[in-house]
């Protein structure tokens, strides 16, 4: 070998050398640097008891879970489905790791909500949103340092405890589709960098506290179904960064205020069923950014501004009592406007406009009706249903082609813009039953139906749901909760409805039958709602609110006559009756020759 041979050996002998002493080096400080960044042994068994009580089997837990990777903690199975927990291992020179966030969304999880996590002194984020977890929120919350808290879409009940006021870094706080008892507590007002308070669907009592006026910061408020006392408008007059308002149903009195149009972010205002007066203010107008706005069933009046019923946008101002309009029908473009207007008599002015929708026909009255909801004409039994397949929605009010029926919907779905108002059987379930059970018409706030030009009498109703936007497996996509509830003629007939409980499963059809609703002028309403319960997610965003699949309305009385089949059977007997006492008399008097026998 010559010498620069030896050389070069020697050099490429002492460059492999020091690569793999460098690997060493580095494999050697990572295993040492892993293994001292540990949990506290108390904190471990925090996460163990916390683990145990949610019967959740997706942790495997250890001093060395927040340095494994991810191993021990984070599982994703689709999207919005997963376990992920964050750690800060920069205590005591990177060496001790302390839990901050902990996200276990849709894993049907289960049990009593656990007063343990108000162990994790480092906990700033917690979401458990939609799972079955029940029990109160435990007071040991107040320890934590809480940045986000949501709950949304568990069986969460008992009113909120006064020590979660004292939660001063709360930035948002979601406990929608509970079943919370009390009122609003006055102590939100502490929570002064909330950016997102949502209160849907939670069973609480009004009024909504003054103190709210405190929460400039917010940027999103969701509060609806509220039970307890009237009230007056919040002040939200400082609260100029939000950009979703929705006080749907909550009892609220009193006008519109004006400063709403100082909002410039607002893309949705929803302040639906409540008891409003006075108009529109104009100021709304000048809002850039609105998209959706929803005022209906209110009592508003005055007249219908002409960039109300111009808009492009989705807005239902329907069930009001405005005093003039201009429009020539109830849709203008997305303008919902259906039974706007106070009492009116005229013929100028539409019939779809005026209070509870009379008959637009002159002469012709019908007795029966049967549409088949979200699907195309069929037969069945006889019966010919109708087709209902528009795809319209947000604020939309629809005439049938044969004016027997129309359709009132009203809402956008919460993160899916382009939710459908339609339902098919897209799980392919073995659905059971006529095929109006394979589509339905469904909406996120609230859908109403109108048999019109009906003959006044008695009427069978029939009601047909079956749940098929759920699947039947074991899988996320069927452990949804739809929950609405069902009027007729303004009277409370279903509360807190599910169709799947109701039925035994998915894809089950299921009859609702009323027997005796009576049509006093010519229109039959059905109304369907949505209060704020059930999921929202399942299977994926924006599947909830009141679904229908078909109905069907007979008459409890002759289509000859018009007469009820009691009201004939009583005339039939009261004639014979008469007839009786009649021939009663004419014995007695001897018409009929009996005394003429007997004198004989």
């Not at 609806?224 to 749907?248: A, C, E, H, T, V």
Request: proline share 4%; aromatic share 10%; with cysteine.
């Amino acid at each position: 070998m010559t010498m620069e041979s030896y050389i070069a050996s020697f050099s490429k002998s002492r460059s492999l050398l020091f690569v793999l002493l460098l690997q060493w080096n580095c494999i050697t400080n990572f295993g040492s640097h892993a293994q001292g960044q540990l949990i506290p042994e108390d904190e471990v068994q925090t996460l163990k008891t916390v683990s145990a009580k949610l019967n959740n089997g997706y942790w495997s837990i250890s001093r060395m879970s927040c340095s494994d990777g991810g191993q021990s903690f984070n599982k994703t199975f689709a999207d919005n489905i997963f376990s992920r927990v964050i750690c800060d291992c920069s205590f005591n020179h990177n060496t001790v790791c302390h839990v901050t966030n902990i996200l276990m969304k849709r894993l049907n999880l289960s049990g009593v909500l656990p007063a343990e996590f108000g162990n994790l002194t480092h906990l700033r984020e917690l979401d458990l949103s939609r799972n079955y977890i029940s029990g109160s929120i435990p007071t040991s919350f107040a320890k934590l340092p809480l940045v986000n808290l949501s709950l949304v879409d568990n069986r969460i009940s008992g009113q909120i405890p006064d020590e979660i006021g004292q939660i001063a870094t709360l930035e948002s706080f979601l406990i929608d589709g509970n079943s919370f008892s009390g009122k609003i507590p006055d102590f939100i007002g502490n929570w002064t960098n909330l950016g997102r308070l949502n209160i849907q669907g939670t069973s609480m009592e009004g009024p909504i506290p003054s103190t709210i006026s405190l929460l400039t910061n917010l940027t999103e408020l969701r509060i609806s179904d509220l039970s307890g006392p009237s009230m007056g408008f919040p002040n939200l007059q400082d609260l100029k960064s939000l950009q979703l308002l929705i006080l749907r149903n909550c009892l609220i009195t009193g006008t519109i205020p004006d400063y709403i149009g100082d909002m410039t972010s607002l893309r949705t205002l929803d302040l639906s069923f409540n008891m409003l007066t006075g108009g529109i203010p104009n100021t709304i107008g000048n809002l850039p950014l609105l998209v959706n706005l929803f005022l209906t069933n209110n009592s508003l009046g005055r007249a219908v501004q002409s960039w109300v019923v111009n808009s492009k946008q989705n807005f239902d101002v329907s069930y009001n009592n405005f005093t003039e309009s201009s429009p020539t029908s109830c849709q203008q473009s997305n303008v919902n406007l259906a039974s706007s207007l106070s009492s009116t008599e005229s013929n100028s002015v539409p019939w779809c406009l005026k209070k509870d929708l009379p008959c637009p026909l002159k002469v012709k009255y019908y007795y029966s009706l049967f549409i088949n909801c979200g699907g195309s004409k069929m037969s069945y039994e006889g019966n010919e249903y109708e087709e209902d397949s528009s795809p319209l929605g947000p604020s939309t009010f629809l005439s049938s082609s044969s004016n027997k029926w129309a359709y009132s919907s009203t809402g956008t779905y919460m993160f899916n813009d382009k939710a459908n108002f339609i339902a098919s059987n897209t799980f392919n379930l073995n659905v059971t039953g006529p095929e109006y059970y394979q589509t339905a018409r469904l909406a996120p706030s609230s859908l109403k139906y109108y048999g019109l030009c009906l003959r006044r009498g008695s009427y069978r109703v029939q009601l047909h749901f079956a749940e098929i936007m759920f699947s039947d497996d074991r899988t996320y996509s069927s452990i949804g909760r739809r929950i609405f509830d069902v009027s007729i003629q303004g009277t409370p007939v279903l509360k807190n409805f599910n169709i799947m409980e109701e039925a035994g499963g998915v894809g089950r059809g299921i009859t609702k039958d009323f027997k005796n609703i009576t049509v006093t002028g010519s229109t039959l309403e059905i109304s369907l709602y949505w209060a704020g319960k059930g999921t929202t997610a399942v299977p994926d965003r924006g599947v909830y609110g009141p679904l229908i699949s078909a109905i069907t309305v007979t008459p409890n009385f002759s289509t000859d006559t018009g007469l009820s089949v009691g009201a004939i059977i009583g005339i039939v007997i009261a004639s014979c009756a008469v007839l009786a006492a009649l021939l009663v008399l004419l014995r007695i008097k001897g018409c009929l020759g009996v005394k003429d026998n007997q004198h004989k």
